[in-house]
């Protein structure tokens, strides 16, 4: 069946960096959109970035543009989101999720990302 994992979350510093990686499998990941989501505490999942299938291109959510940057490495059946110049309030749970934009046809557990010094 599909399943998304997801890993790399941790506690970082602000205005330090992580990188979140997603592991896909059960479906030809090559021919799916992939994107990343997140949910905060006490809020709504929210959309932060998609990248078409075959890496054709990007879009990202004006909240992180410039700070973010999804990339897929189709031989390993992994998305990755790269997180630069953290703030407290990049705090939360992130998804990686199939598809470019809600609503999503899978959704990973997620990885817990927490800011704080």
Known sequence: QVQLVESGGGLAQPGGSLRLS???SGFTFSQYSMSWARQAPGKG????????SKGRGTTYADSVKGRVTI???DAKNIVYLQM????PEDTAL???????????????????VTVSS
């Open 22 to 24: 997603c592991a896909a």
């Open 45 to 52: 999942l929210e959309w932060m970035a998609g990248i078409w």
């Open 71 to 73: 990339s897929r490495d």
């Open 84 to 87: 630069n110049s953290l703030k």
């Open 94 to 112: 992130y998804y990686c999720a199939r598809g470019l934009k809600p609503p999503f046809s899978a959704l990973g557990t997620g990885t817990q």
